[in-house]
T-cell receptor, first 112, second 111 residues
Framework: ETGVTQSPTHLIKTRGQQVTLRCSSQ?????VSWYQQALGQGPQFIFQ???????GRGNFPPRFSGLQFPNYSSELNVNALELDDSALYLC???????????FGSGTRLTVV | KQEVTQIPAALSVPEGENLVLNCSFT??????LQWFRQDPGKGLTSLLL?????REQTSGRLNASLDKSSGRSTLYIAASQPGDSATYLC??????????FGSGTKLNVKP
């Protein structure tokens, strides 16, 4: 059983809307990363948070933002949704930035 | 920019065969390399993690090797089973704790 829980599992949104995806990590996992996986592709790094501060970002526009909370949960927010944002969004957490990461089962976002 | 390539993109084998999945990466300055399994529509399950100073890791029927200087890794699966059918992803972590993934090898093991 994975120690990382993501919600919701599936979501359908309309172009232009905003969405918040949630991730709950194992206790003590103070590092969380978010990835976007388009169909048939490998996951792409969005950003990473360490102790509630962003400490790395991939090639994604500012409308992708995040938060990490003291209770080891985190959020990915996407504004002004575009059709190309349709993907599986994965959260991964670790005890430390360079440690082993545990991935959640993902949220499947469909933008119509 | 780190690029990770996996060959083949798809593989279909009869049950019981031994098989090798290949992964190559362009920048040898990696922190570690990890092999993951992904079932359709699901998240990632870590199979093996090799630190940059290591040459190989083994877990059950799985063995992964790493040749950092040549930018290559292989995942060897012994005595394949239908339950091994999934997509296998190779990922390298850079020194900034960012994973770079390949596009995966989709494996089908036929009974």
């Amino acid at each position: 059983e994975t120690g990382v829980t993501q919600s919701p599992t599936h979501l359908i949104k309309t172009r232009g809307q905003q969405v918040t995806l949630r991730c709950s990590s194992q206790s003590g996992h103070n590092t969380v990363s978010w990835y976007q996986q388009a169909l048939g592709q490998g996951p792409q790094f969005i950003f990473q948070y360490y102790r509630e501060e962003e400490n790395g970002r991939g090639n994604f526009p500012p409308r992708f933002s995040g938060l990490q909370f003291p209770n080891y949960s985190s959020e990915l927010n996407v504004n002004a949704l575009e059709l190309d944002d349709s993907a599986l969004y994965l959260c991964a957490s670790s005890l430390s930035p360079g440690g082993g990461y545990t991935f959640g089962s993902g949220t499947r976002l469909t933008v119509v | 920019k780190q690029e990770v390539t996996q060959i083949p993109a798809a593989l279909s084998v009869p049950e019981g065969e031994n098989l090798v999945l290949n992964c190559s990466f362009t920048d040898s300055a990696i922190y570690n390399l990890q092999w993951f399994r992904q079932d359709p529509g699901k998240g990632l399950t870590s199979l093996l993690l090799i630190q940059s100073s290591q040459r190989e890791q083994t877990s059950g029927r799985l063995n992964a090797s790493l040749d950092k200087s040549s930018g290559r890794s292989t995942l060897y699966i012994a005595a394949s089973q239908p339950g091994d059918s999934a997509t296998y992803l190779c990922a390298v972590m850079d020194n900034f704790n960012k994973f770079y993934f390949g596009s995966g090898t989709k494996l089908n093991v036929k009974p």
